[in-house]
């Protein structure tokens, strides 16, 4: 009698290897002969077919998920081109945590490796992940305005602000923010052709709403010492060898009204 | 032996389609079942949807990726995060599967079929153990629908799984749609698997509709349930008595009252039969 462990060794194995491309179907992946003969045909169904019920569920339920991960990956390629992609990438990364949330968290490297076509598209994979990350990311209570006027201006500089954990920040190759809202509302006609050009993009949530934006040098330089927590002077300081004090100054005024007004900042905990 | 649940009544699965219409508080609903794993999340609408639907009725956790019958090590980080889910949302009790779900370091989230052996028995037997110890509670588990069988199992699936809550001391999930599919599938009689499961140990049963795909039965929650399966609920309730009851629908999910309806329809059901017992009784 053949092992639990290794029954269920070769089952696995008979499923990954069930993540052929969609278009061989016709012709299943052997099956080997071990496992065959420890599972019972009966009526219509012999062995083979019985096992190919799972692996088709397999590879059904998995592209299912990465699909709902990457509605606009989806929108970009069709359905079709994307099911070959997301199988192809199943077979490279199966999953390895217990929850289908994570399943698709290196698919953007993998289609960055692929040499994606269009190019964009590992790129679109990445804000599209990202937005899913802000999505279930730990709550914050926020940092609003009024919390601010209630501090005396003289202790403003030692202020330290802080983003909400449901903030990230994606460099791109490509006006990914563009892409992303015409693969939402498909028009007619060929698809528009886009042209690579950096774009920094910052993603978050506010509520339970997930928004991204394009954002200007200042912001990509000022966010990551956010993250850390950094008081308002320290902000200031790090864009001075570029800029005159108030320039500087003036500079990070302007975006921490934009901050509090999109909920980007936490309250520090009392 | 029995589980010692409480009995909630006639529930529904929480699903993201029906929050809107959940949260304007006319429907009326007995209890929910979460899908743990959607739930293992830090923070945003998951989290607060949870909080607000344990507001509205009581709560009750059912995992797809406990992997009870997997011969890889249990996985202590989600062993970790169950338990967490558990502190904070206080569920009435916490459920998953029986089967393996995956091998290897890799889940297939899928549910997968053991071979009804003692070695399997000694095996899922002994993770229970451990399992509830690490949860400091009882669980339940659920038989699954399955499409094959194997060769060398020497115990049919109800004997199997009878002989799991006996020697765990767990309890049964019976679902009723399941035993059905699996009946049909394997050419087994759903009737004697209800008969031969031992009656204190089912705490709770799930109703779900299935897909016909001409070969065999497919457990796709995406429908009604079957007359066929109402007739199995009938006999189940007979058999075992007031048991909390959910049902489930995962995919063409409609809209709320109609869940709702088919969780009524449950209730009507159950207590037709619990009033001829009693009159037959008197």
Not at chain 2, 40 to 43: L, P, R
Not at chain 2, 152 to 155: K, M, Q, V
């Given at each position: 009698m053949l092992p639990l462990r290794e029954l269920q060794i070769r089952f696995g194995a008979a499923l990954a290897a069930g993540l052929g491309e969609p278009d061989a179907a016709d012709a299943p992946a052997p099956i080997d002969r071990t496992l065959l003969g420890l599972v019972s045909g009966r009526g219509d169904l012999a062995a083979a077919p019985r096992i190919q019920i799972y692996r088709d569920m397999y590879r059904a339920r998995l592209v299912d998920v990465l699909r709902e991960d990457y509605p606009r990956v989806v929108a970009t390629l069709g359905d079709e081109e994307f099911e070959i992609l997301a199988t192809r990438y199943l077979g490279h990364?199966?999953?390895?945590?217990?929850?289908?949330?994570?399943?698709?968290?290196?698919f953007a490297d993998f289609v960055d490796a692929e040499g994606p076509e269009p190019p964009f598209l590992a790129d679109l994979a990445r804000l599209e992940w990202a937005r899913g990350a802000a999505f279930d990311a730990p709550d914050a209570e926020l940092l609003r305005e009024a919390d601010l006027q209630a501090?005396?201006?003289?202790e403003w500089p030692a202020l330290e602000l802080r983003s909400i954990p449901a903030c990230r920040i994606l460099d791109c190759a490509w006006p990914v923010h563009e892409i992303w809202a015409a693969a939402g509302r498909p028009a007619p006609g060929e698809p528009p052709s886009w042209e690579p050009r950096a774009v920094a993009i910052r993603v978050w949530r506010e509520g339970y709403e997930v928004s991204h934006a394009a954002i200007g040098a200042v912001e990509r330089r000022l966010l990551p010492l956010l993250e850390r927590g950094a008081p308002l002077s320290v902000l200031c300081a790090a864009l001075e060898d570029d800029l005159e004090p108030e320039v500087a100054a003036r500079e990070v005024g302007g975006l921490l009204l934009r901050w509090l007004e999109d909920g980007l900042l936490a309250r520090r905990a009392a | 032996m029995t589980i010692a649940v409480p009995f909630l009544g006639h529930g529904i699965g929480l699903r993201t389609k029906h929050f809107p219409a959940l949260w304007d508080g006319t429907a009326r609903v007995d209890w929910f079942e979460a899908i743990s794993e959607n739930f293992?999340?830090?923070?945003g609408r998951p989290r607060a949807a949870l909080e607000r639907a344990r507001g509205i009725a009581p709560l009750v956790l059912h995992g797809v990726?406990?992997?009870?019958?997997?011969?890889?090590?249990?996985d202590d980080a989600y062993l970790l995060a169950l338990g967490a889910l558990a502190r904070r949302t206080e569920p009435a009790w916490i459920s998953d599967h029986l089967c393996w779900s995956g091998i290897g370091e890799h889940y297939a989230h899928d549910l997968l079929p053991l071979p009804y052996t003692e070695e399997a028995l000694e095996h899922v037997v002994r993770r229970v153990v451990t399992v509830q110890a690490r949860l400091g509670r009882q669980i339940l588990l659920e038989n699954v629908s399955s499409y094959l069988t194997y060769t060398?199992?020497?115990?049919t699936e109800w004997e199997f799984l009878g002989a799991v809550a006996e020697r765990a001391d767990c309890g049964l999930l019976l679902d009723v749609n399941n035993v059905y599919v699996s009946a049909m599938n394997h050419g087994f009689d759903a009737r004697a698997y209800l008969a031969g499961l031992?009656?204190?140990?089912?705490?709770q049963i799930h109703l779900a509709g299935h897909t016909d795909m001409g070969t065999h039965l497919l457990d796709t929650h995406d429908g009604p349930v079957i007359d066929a399966v109402w007739d199995l609920y009938r006999q189940a309730v007979r058999r075992f008595g007031r048991v909390s009851t959910l049902v489930e629908w995962d995919d063409h999910i409609p809209e709320l009252d109609v869940v709702c309806a088919e969780a009524e329809r449950a209730r009507a059901v159950e207590a037709l039969v619990l009033e001829a017992a009693n009159a037959a009784a008197a």
């Open positions: 990364h199966p999953s390895t945590h217990p929850s289908v949330r994570y399943l698709g968290d290196r501090i005396p201006p003289a | 293992m999340v830090d923070g990726s406990l992997s009870i019958g997997s011969t890889d090590p249990l060398h199992s020497t115990l031992p009656a204190g140990r089912v705490g």
